[in-house]
């Protein structure tokens, strides 16, 4: 997989090594902003590796409540840019969809790391809607185990950077679907919903994400926004988004590291036994 234009940066570091010291030039993961407007009104501002811009502004507006289909988005582009500056804005042009401009700031759902109270948080999510998961949906532990090893082998910026956040889409089968890298897990995540949104491939009913770094609540409410019944990431989950998955029936897996795993909620979709409750 190849990276993105303007998604690394080389710059010139001094390395030292067992004594020794060298010039040498370094990648550095682009981190820019990228503001999501629709019409005169500012939606949002996030901090993003360029690319998969479009992606990333379709996938915010689904994962984030502001529409529920792709038929909703009557036009979406990137801003040209000026002569003077690069291209940081998406403008967007919604159809049937009313909103509230209060509820337009990224982090209104990262209850994790503010002052609003868990229940009320996941009530928020339930309030919303959302098409229950697939519960017949089952996978074969090993099918989980391989999947990390492919996720690593896609990640091209991290690779000459290794500063990035990648999300992985997966088939039923354990085929890799897209690959998308950012600065932050939920930009990467928004990336890869907004790629199924605008090629018609959603719901993703029987599909497998898999995050690098934590399984966050922001990161859970997305994937369950998709319609994607197993959650999985190399690393721990939250508390918040443990019990947000167990309330709403999302497979949340963490540790996906080698052979191991750990099983957090809805262990009946990826280990023998196991029944919906």
């Known amino acids: 997989m190849r990276a993105p234009p303007r998604s690394l940066e080389l710059t010139q570091v001094k390395e030292w090594e067992d ?108 309030r919303r809607g959302l098409k229950q998961l697939d519960r017949g949906f089952r996978i074969d532990p090993e099918l989980l185990c391989r999947l990390p090893e492919i996720l690593r082998s896609e990640q091209a910026i991290f690779s000459r950077t290794g500063g990035l956040h990648a999300a992985a889409l997966f088939d039923a089968e354990g085929q890799l679907m897209a690959v998308r890298e950012d600065i932050g897990r939920h930009n990467a995540v928004d990336k890869i919903v907004g790629w199924a949104l605008l090629e018609k491939h959603l719901p993703l009913s029987r599909h497998i994400l898999l995050i690098s770094g934590r399984g966050g609540f922001e990161i859970a409410q997305k994937t369950l926004a998709a319609g994607i019944p197993i959650l999985a990431s190399v690393s721990a989950p939250s508390s918040l988004a443990v019990k947000l998955a167990r309330e709403l029936g999302l497979t949340l897996i963490g540790f996906l590291r080698g052979r191991r795993f750990v099983v957090y909620a809805g262990d009946y979709r990826c280990l023998p036994g196991g029944s919906p409750q």
Request: proline share 4%; net charge negative; with cysteine.
């Open 19 to 126: 004594g020794s010291v060298r010039a040498v030039e370094d990648s550095l993961a682009a981190e820019e902003p990228l503001e999501i407007r629709a019409g005169s009104m500012p939606m949002t501002v996030t901090m993003r590796t360029p690319g998969h811009d479009l992606e990333l502004a379709a996938g915010f507006l689904l994962t984030e409540g502001i529409i529920e289909s792709a038929d909703q988005i009557a036009a979406l582009r990137l801003a040209p840019a000026t002569n003077s500056t690069r291209s940081n804005l998406v403008e967007v042009e919604l159809k049937d969809v009313s909103f509230d401009s209060e509820r337009m700031q990224r982090n209104f759902f990262a209850a994790s790391s503010c002052g609003i109270c868990g229940k009320a948080s996941i009530e928020a999510i339930r």
